[in-house]
């Protein structure tokens, strides 16, 4: 619903420049934020950083709930909400601004499909390791999940979230995988992005692409967290170009920042 | 040599060898890679060991039910479709399957389960015909509720419902996913060169029930035969690798199909007609009598074989009987 109430607002504010005052909002950095969430707000910020689209970032506690989606992360640029990656890309289009107008068509299929290789397995193995461990569910997810909360909302939020996140790894036919099956799925789904990147500097020729941006949120969140085990940080590890790749971006976009 | 493993899976209709997306994978995947399975169709998805179909028994007497799960044991048994293929088709392989999975499955589910014309019209009307009884009565609602619940957790809504809304949307990310996979294919026969592997299997699974099915609504199908190339890759591979299912579109019939023949249309051709109206007809008739003996309008006389006790008792008992 929400897709369908930014693509009708297009029209009228296409024209408008980008504001300086864009937002964007996250749950609470040191505190609240997971691994899965920070990739994706990581994503979206090194997006807008590519683009050259200045963005001021916000964390509040009840973020998820002011998105018009109810996922993370979400902007809020002039006089609209606009939340996830995919519609965002959409969104700065609509501006003016775009990575991937000039690759060919069957590359941008490519790219289409990479960012949704990432969408269903390394996001879905981040949620997976997540919730459904129930080791980092109960030392790390549920508790930082439900920080900005007293009790007993805080027990009654993460339980619920880590229901419905069950649910959904049910639906998607994860339910019944093994840790060490998805482990390997994220080895798979990395030597296939490896594979992709080569030794190129970015994925489609010397410029960056959204597809750049997804990766490197993904890959940087996992590689700079402190899970109950290393080992989803070292699968990633063994493929040095993505490890360059990630430090290249890092040096490129975000060095003014000290993390 | 050791047994081949069994396959429990859908039946087919409509020119297919089953009409589910999930055993047409695993079905082409093992025609393309040479896998002897031994095939057992069938419309009862409680006779398959684990519940659901399709289920690959293995010779460990394993059940494997997920399509990449059968796939990767095959695999191992050294029937790849995937071996030629270089390390970089291999991830494009992978990547083309997420999107599938990511942009094309949802609207999949949306046309045969959950709008409600197609829904009411084919999925149910087919699934009620196809299973036995009882179960046809409340199977297909239930995998209908099934099949919504998982487009809820999909797109993360849980108060999802049928509408112009959510189909407009469905449908906008399905078509820009067949546009992708048709400019990927271009004018190959298959997506990596000659021979085809496991995403062309991925692929036929998920279009060819859109292609051949008679759905009433049926925009998504429109558009996918409006791209030449992906409907000839699909009716290229019933062609080569499943041509006694094709024999209604494809020309003279075949004498090897067990099945009978269709009577009369598509639609009217339900199966084990004959069994079906004889089961009726010793149901109703076996109701009609049990209903005259239990309130009394028939009675069955036992005639005594040796001397009783007391014969005089009986006597007037029957006697009674008879004033009636």
Not at chain 1, 53 to 64: G, H, I, R, T, Y
Not at chain 2, 146 to 167: I, P
Request: charged share 20%; hydrophobic share 35%; aromatic share 10%.
């Amino acid at each position: 619903a929400g897709l369908h109430r930014v693509f009708d607002l297009f029209t009228s504010t296409a024209a408008e420049p980008w504001p300086e005052s864009a937002t964007l909002y996250q749950p609470l950095k040191e505190d609240q934020i997971l691994l899965s969430d920070c990739a994706s707000s990581l994503a979206v910020q090194a997006y807008l950083r590519m683009c050259g689209l200045p963005v001021q970032v916000v964390c509040k506690a009840n973020a998820e709930y002011m998105s018009p989606s109810g996922k993370i992360p979400f902007i809020h640029v002039g006089n609209q909400v606009v939340s996830e990656l995919g519609p965002i890309v959409q969104f700065t289009k609509a501006k003016g601004n775009s990575l991937s107008d000039s690759l060919e068509d069957v590359q941008r299929a490519e790219m289409k499909a990479y960012m949704e290789l990432v969408n269903n397995m390394l996001l879905t193995a981040e949620l997976y390791i997540q919730w459904c461990d129930d080791a980092t569910a109960a030392e790390i997810s549920r508790p930082r999940y439900s920080s900005p909360y007293s009790w007993p909302l805080s027990k009654i939020l993460a339980y619920q979230k880590q229901w419905e996140v069950r649910r959904k790894m049910n639906a998607v036919g994860w339910g019944g995988k093994t840790l060490e099956q998805v482990y390997e799925d994220v080895s798979q789904c990395c030597q296939a992005l490896s594979q992709r990147l080569g030794t190129q500097p970015y994925f489609f020729n010397k410029q960056p692409t959204e597809l750049d941006a997804l990766v490197f949120g993904h890959l940087f969140t996992i590689l700079t967290t402190r899970l109950t085990s290393t080992e989803l940080a070292e699968r990633i590890k063994s493929y040095s170009n993505l490890l360059s790749f990630c430090r290249r971006i890092e040096q490129t976009y975000f060095e003014d920042k000290s993390s | 040599m050791a047994a081949p493993d069994e396959l429990f899976c859908w039946e087919g209709d409509w020119g297919l060898p089953s009409v589910s997306t999930d055993c047409l994978v695993v079905l082409a995947y093992a025609q393309f890679a040479g896998a002897p399975l031994k095939l057992r169709k069938m419309s009862n998805p409680w006779r398959s060991p684990s519940g659901l179909l399709p289920t690959l028994r293995t010779n460990q007497k394993e059940s494997l039910t997920r399509p990449s799960d059968i796939i990767i044991h095959l695999r191992k048994q050294k029937y790849n479709a995937d071996y030629d293929l270089s390390a970089k088709e291999g991830a494009d392989s992978l990547a083309f399957t997420s999107l599938l999975e990511e942009k094309l499955k949802p609207a999949l589910i949306y046309t045969f389960w959950v709008e409600p014309k197609n829904y009411v019209d084919v999925t149910r009307r087919w699934y009620a015909d196809h299973m036995p009884f009882p179960l046809n009565f409340f199977l297909p609602g239930r995998m209908q509720r099934g099949q919504l619940e998982k487009l809820r957790l999909l797109r993360g809504d849980e108060g999802l419902e049928a509408g112009e809304e959510l189909e407009k949307e469905l449908y906008r990310d399905a078509v820009e996913c067949l546009n992708l996979l048709s400019q990927r294919l271009g004018s190959q026969k298959f997506f990596f060169g000659d021979s085809p592997c496991s995403l062309d299997a991925y692929v036929f699974g998920h279009l060819a029930p859109v292609l051949k099915s008679k759905l009433p609504n049926s925009k998504l199908q429109q558009h996918l035969k409006s791209l030449d190339n992906l409907s000839s890759f699909c009716s290229n591979i019933l062609l080569l690798y499943f041509p006694q299912d094709g024999r209604e579109t494809f020309g003279p019939k075949t004498s090897c199909s067990p099945a009978a023949a269709p009577e009369g249309g598509d639609f009217d051709h339900v199966p084990n007609k004959r069994r079906k109206q004889v089961l009726s007809a010793l149901v109703a008739l076996g109701a009609m009598l049990s209903y005259a003996l239990l309130t009394g309008m028939v009675s069955i006389q036992q005639e005594a074989l040796q001397p009783q006790p007391q014969p005089m008792t009986i006597g007037s008992h029957e006697d009674e009987d008879e004033d009636n």
